[in-house]
Structures are given as structure tokens and as C-alpha cells.
């Protein structure tokens, strides 16, 4: 693997090693914390943000914020700094991969395999959001699996920084565009929804083996179309049909037809949620089946039989005034009783009682 030149950063205190990965904003090197002799994970960003002031601001602020973050499935931001021009942020070395390189390497995975990594990237981005932080920038290369199994969120603190920047310069883009939500690319307010989005496509990427859909541009994203992609378990048959709902409902364009939150995704995608209100459905393809809106309900079914022998009551009730309001023929037909059918099922009931109300009521004059 290449290595980074031998170099230091907060006078000395950081020895720079090999290289773990480049992206568009910044490389990664294992480096060597020599006040506290423990590896770090070191990402030094390219020269064209360093010299920008305002970038630069940005970057310092957002990585203080990150700093600030500590979850079990995010990585821990350690120090942030400048050294010679060069902007740099320390973080936990995270021995694994990334997401990226599992799915190069293997393709799909399964079912089971990305639910237990669903439930992690959930958990850390809800506590992220109750911080009030939004990642911005949720992809496989930022989902670092550990050799133990252990899911880690990296790169907080870096996405926000840079989005105003890279949306605005020719073939640079924030993040990658298969999992950019289109109101990112477009440069409108970007809310918890756009991290909700990005993993939706990540999910559905790690179920089917392909990202939802691809773009060649931002211009592209920005303008997506109502038509939805195509459903999970059309390209992964084994994908429970909760789960495939759930990630459909995370690719909805309009962000408030997404689930609500990480947690509520992370319930739906386990079919753990009771079906309760319906938000308005996705746009579906001919063969697309858009669930209600499902959220964690006591754990109990509902019981609809106090409701069902309520109508009958009703029922009755509107019998008997229909009797007196049609008295003229009283006497002449045979006891309401043995005239409708009976049966032992309470909504069965209440619906004979509905047959010869309709059968036998006539309007007043």
C-alpha cells in the first residue's frame, strides 16, 4: 500500500504512516500518538481547503462539534488542528474495512448480515441526532466495519464543512451521488431526512448488491424524477417484505413521506412497528407496493370487538327509531327480531342489522 511521506503534525506529537485512503477531500494515514503511544487515524485535507478561510472556519467548528459525539457506532473525533497550512482532524484508529470494500468484494450480503448492521448505523445516527448533528455525507466508505462485528459512523464534522465548497465546483461533488438525497443536491436546507435517505440507499445497496439508482452528475440528482426505483425483493427475493418497505420508503423523494426518525427506521425495517396512521404513499412502479406508515405501538393488538358490539348497539338503537317513524304499518310485519339474520360474530351481526335497515327504511315526507 502507498505510503505518505514522513512527516508530523502538532509539533511532533503525531507521526504519520501509511496510507489508509484518499477521497476527494482529504487521505487518511495511520499515525502514531506519541504523548499518548496509541494508534490514530489522521485525515489531512487537500491543499484547496486548507487555503480557504471560510472553509476553514468551517471545518474547525464542525470538528469541535464532532468531538463532542460519543457513541459506541460512531468514531471518536480525538483533535483537530493546523499544522503549517495544513488542516487535519485525529480520530480512533478503526481496524476494519469499510463498506465499500465488503460489497466490492462480495457483492450482496445477507439478510440477516445487513439488518445487524442496519441496527447499529440506526442507533448511531439517532444519538448523532439528538445532538443535532447531521452527518450529510452517510455512504459505504463511512461505515467501518470492526474486525469484532462492531459497526462505526465516520466523518462527522467533515461533511457539513465542506458541502457549500464542493457543491459549487466543477466535478467535485460532497459525498457520493448514489446515496446523495436530491434536496442536498439541490442546496436546499439539509435536515436529519438526508441521513435517513443516504442510508436507505446504502441499505438497499447492501440487500440487492446495486445502489437504488445512479447519476452521472448533480444536475441529474437534483432533478430526480417521481418514479421510484425498483423494489427490493424484486432484485433479492429473501428480503423480508418489512424491510423492503421500510427501504423504499427511505428513497421517497419528499422527505417527509421518509420515516421519521433512525429509530423508527430501524423498527420498520424489523417489522416491529403496528400499522397506525398512513402517510401519503411513495409513487411506485407498476409492481411497487407502498406500506402504511407503521410506528411502535404498546406491543398489544388492538382489540376491535368492544368497538364491533358498539355498532350493534347503535344499529339497534337506529332499529327502534325507524319503528316509531314508521308506525303507520305497526302491528302489520313480524317482530324486527325475526326478521334479521341472526349470528354469534359481533361485526356479522352489525352488518345484518345495516342489510335490513337499507331494506326497510324509507325517507319521511
Avoid at 191 to 207: H, K, M, N, P, W
Avoid at 322 to 338: C, R, Y
Wanted: glycine share 8%; net charge negative; hydrophobic share 40%.
Amino acid at each position: 500500500m502507498a505510503r505518505a511521506p514522513a512527516e508530523t503534525f502538532a509539533g511532533g506529537r503525531y507521526t504519520v504512516g501509511r496510507l489508509l485512503g484518499r477521497g476527494g477531500m482529504a487521505a487518511v494515514y495511520l499515525a502514531q500518538d506519541g504523548d499518548l503511544e496509541r494508534p490514530v487515524a489522521i485525515k489531512v485535507l487537500s491543499d484547496q481547503y486548507a487555503y480557504d478561510d471560510e472553509f476553514a472556519d468551517r471545518f474547525r467548528r464542525e470538528a469541535q462539534t464532532a468531538a463532542k459525539l460519543a457513541h459506541p457506532n460512531i468514531v471518536q473525533v480525538y483533535d483537530t488542528g493546523e499544522d503549517e497550512g495544513r488542516l487535519y482532524i485525529v480520530m480512533k484508529y478503526i481496524e476494519g474495512e469499510g463498506l465499500d470494500e465488503i460489497l466490492a468484494r462480495e457483492g450482496r450480503l445477507e439478510v440477516d448480515t445487513v439488518l445487524g448492521l442496519a441496527d447499529q448505523a440506526c442507533a448511531g445516527l439517532q444519538y448523532a441526532h439528538e445532538q443535532r448533528v447531521v452527518h450529510r455525507d452517510v455512504k459505504p466508505a463511512n461505515l467501518l466495519l470492526r474486525q469484532d462485528g462492531t459497526l462505526k459512523i465516520a466523518d462527522f464534522g467533515i461533511a457539513r464543512a465542506g458541502e457549500a465548497t464542493q457543491l459549487t465546483q466543477v466535478g467535485t461533488i460532497l459525498g457520493t451521488l448514489n446515496y446523495l438525497a436530491p434536496e442536498q443536491a439541490r442546496g436546499d436546507d439539509v435536515s436529519t431526512q438526508a441521513d435517513i435517505y443516504s442510508l436507505g440507499a446504502v441499505l438497499y445497496e447492501l440487500f440487492t448488491g446495486e445502489p437504488p439508482r445512479r447519476f452521472e452528475n448533480v444536475a441529474q440528482l437534483a432533478t430526480l424524477g417521481e418514479e421510484a426505483p425498483r423494489p427490493v425483493r424484486e432484485l433479492a427475493p429473501d428480503v423480508p417484505a418489512a424491510a423492503e418497505a421500510a427501504v423504499m420508503r427511505c428513497l421517497a423523494r419528499n422527505p417527509a413521506y421518509r420515516p421519521a426518525s433512525a429509530a423508527e427506521l430501524a423498527d420498520e425495517l424489523r417489522g416491529e412497528a403496528t400499522a397506525s396512521a398512513p402517510t401519503i404513499p411513495l409513487p411506485a412502479r407498476t409492481n411497487a407496493t407502498v406500506p402504511m406508515r407503521e410506528r411502535r405501538a404498546s406491543g398489544r393488538a388492538f382489540d376491535w370487538r368492544p368497538l364491533a358490539l358498539l355498532a350493534v348497539l347503535i344499529a339497534v338503537v337506529a332499529v327502534v327509531a325507524v319503528l316509531v317513524l314508521n308506525d303507520n304499518d305497526a302491528g302489520s310485519t313480524p317482530p324486527v327480531s325475526d326478521q334479521i339474520d341472526r349470528s354469534d360474530d359481533a361485526l356479522e351481526q352489525a352488518r345484518n342489522v345495516e342489510e335490513w335497515l337499507r331494506d326497510h327504511t324509507e325517507p319521511r315526507e
